[in-house]
């Protein structure tokens, strides 16, 4: 089956720091790829879509500026977390589509702790 | 390992009919089990959640549940509409916040 990959698995960073985190679709090309975001005891919610070569659309309450998503190929994505604080630690996970497929294909996740 | 089953692969019901879904799990040291909403094309829309020292959670016409001792847990939507089509997920979360989904199973309600 399709594989998608993140990088990297787990991240520590002082906070005021940026962390770029990556989403890659190992066999297949993702016309677009999604971000989802874990806190402690409650569920994942969707972040921000990302198709390729557009900008993101961004869920309420998700901000664009914290929160920088590039899209640049159909093989990878990348969450940049600009001035991580504290309250961004979570964990961080991407999917993947791939062109006229209904299929999600999900990344193992970023664990994200800003000390 | 943690392993997520779910049956029905795929579900077609007319209008008006209550269903279960079903999802069962191997690993019973479940931190909490959570089912998802699919729509083609679009992000997971989270359903609802349920940790580990809960036995189910409703919200609206769905209603989950979860037994850990048989490793089962069951999404009953009451009173299906057409808009409820869509494939459902459900998935197993560890205590570090990793999930392993079940391949879902797609829901065709007609009117």
């Known amino acids: 089956g399709a594989v998608v990959s993140q990088h990297p698995s787990r991240v520590i960073c002082k906070s005021g720091t940026s962390v770029k985190i990556e989403c890659r679709s190992l066999?297949?090309?993702?016309?677009?790829m999604f971000w989802y975001r874990q806190f402690p005891k409650q569920s994942l919610m969707l972040m921000a879509t990302?198709?390729?070569?557009?900008?993101?659309?961004?869920e309420q309450g998700v901000e664009k500026d914290k929160f920088l998503i590039n899209h640049a190929s159909l093989t990878l994505s990348t969450l940049t977390v600009t001035s991580a604080h504290p309250e961004d630690s979570s964990f961080y996970i991407c999917?993947?589509?791939?062109?006229?497929?209904?299929?999600?294909?999900f990344g193992p996740g970023t664990r994200l702790l800003v000390l | 390992k943690q392993e997520v089953t779910q049956i029905p692969a795929a579900l077609s019901v007319p209008e008006g009919e209550n269903l279960v879904l079903n999802c069962s799990f191997t690993?019973?040291?479940?931190?909490?089990l959570q089912w998802f909403r699919q729509d083609p094309g679009k992000g997971l829309t989270s359903l609802l959640l349920?940790?580990?020292?809960?036995r189910e959670q409703t919200s609206g016409r769905l209603n989950a549940s979860l037994d850990k001792s048989s490793g089962r847990s069951t999404l009953y939507i009451a009173a299906s509409q057409p808009g409820d089509s869509a494939t459902y997920l459900c998935?197993?979360?560890?205590?570090?916040?990793?999930?392993?989904f079940g391949k879902g199973t797609k829901l065709s309600v007609k009117p």
């Open positions: 349920i940790q580990s020292s809960q």
């Open positions: 999917s993947a589509l791939a062109r006229d497929q209904e299929t999600q294909y």
């Open positions: 998935a197993g979360g560890g205590s570090q916040g990793n999930l392993i």
């Open positions: 990302s198709n390729e070569g557009s900008k993101a659309t961004y």
């Open positions: 690993d019973s040291a479940i931190y909490n």
């Open positions: 066999d297949f090309q993702a016309t677009t």
